[in-house]
């Protein structure tokens, strides 16, 4: 008997239809596909109710961690973050996690906390985007006033995403600051 899993993915106004999945793992990460879809259409409920499906059948990190996504638009950061340490229990090499962690830390008003998140990210193996570790640090040494920090961090985004123009953005208005400094530091030293 042939099992068939019919869901409405909001995406096309149809019903999807597969095939059953052979194991329990493959249906959760479909899960996590679908809840990623629903994420993408803004329907967070359903998307987090996909997710949540996702990590009853078969707990991976990506579940786990977008499913913390999801829950920091309700603002809890806290859980958000309890998510993702699981995330990390289950795939160390999963960098999203680390990253978010970061940056709900940094929302918390944490900055020092959320510099070692952020450099864990770089680290990880498996990490698609890879370039949000360097720009968040660079937002974030930006607001501390570390301007050579965020000028390093800026163009490794550039490294890994040539034709980010934020990046490339701030690299310019940091050079004129930099600059700036420097001369001002010329002139003190004169004096």
Known sequence: MKEVLQLDTGLTGSVLEEPS???????????????????????????????????????????????????????????????????????????????????YLMRLKKSKAAIEWFEKAKKAKRYEPR?????????????MGRLSRAYEEFSQVLVHEPDHEEAKKQIQELEVLLNFQESLSKEAAKN
């Open 21 to 103: 999945l052979p194991d329990n793992e493959q249906r959760a990460r479909r899960l996590v596909d679908l809840g990623s879809a629903y994420v993408l259409k803004n329907k967070l409920t359903e998307a987090r109710d996909f997710f949540e499906r996702s990590l009853e059948i078969y707990p991976t990190a990506d579940a786990y961690t977008y499913l913390g996504w999801v829950m920091t638009y309700h603002g809890c950061y806290i859980e958000a973050i309890e998510l993702c340490t699981k995330a990390i229990e289950l795939d160390p090499e999963f960098g999203n996690p680390y990253n978010d962690i970061g940056v």
């Open 131 to 143: 370039h949000f570790p360097y720009l968040n640090l660079g937002i974030l040494y930006l607001k």
